[in-house]
């Protein structure tokens, strides 16, 4: 009895963690789309923006940031799919060691997801800057 009891204190264990993995992943593809959504909300400032500041000296330098935070959005949006991706796998995974790897796949898409919201929002407050100094 002593060892029918270990066996399943073992098998409970490896799907604990299982499950552990695969709501990381889970959590990260959340945490990557909302990093997109902030995202593409600021390259859509940005672009503003820079409408406001077209025709002035420093137009110019305000599409040009918008455009950055318009790319940085992109990659964030990508960085969400391959999370979303990677948390399906973990999900899908028949070992815990694959649902680890695809639960780590999926936290490095949300920190790059992470960094190119604060990629999109640097570039839409250059945005700003611009559309500033182009109205004094």
Known sequence: MSLNKTLLAIALAFALTACTNKDQAADAAADANASAADATEAAADASAMAADAAGTPTGDAAAMAADAA???????????????????????????????????????????????????????????????????
């Open 70 to 136: 318009a790319s940085a959005a992109a990659t964030a949006t990508d960085a969400a799919a391959t999370a979303g991706d990677a948390a399906a796998a973990a999900a899908a995974a028949g070992t815990s060691e694959a649902a680890d790897k695809s639960a780590d796949a999926a936290e490095a898409a949300e920190d790059v997801a992470d960094n190119a919201e604060d990629m999109a929002e640097k570039s839409r407050d250059d945005a700003a800057h611009a559309a500033d100094a182009g109205k004094h």
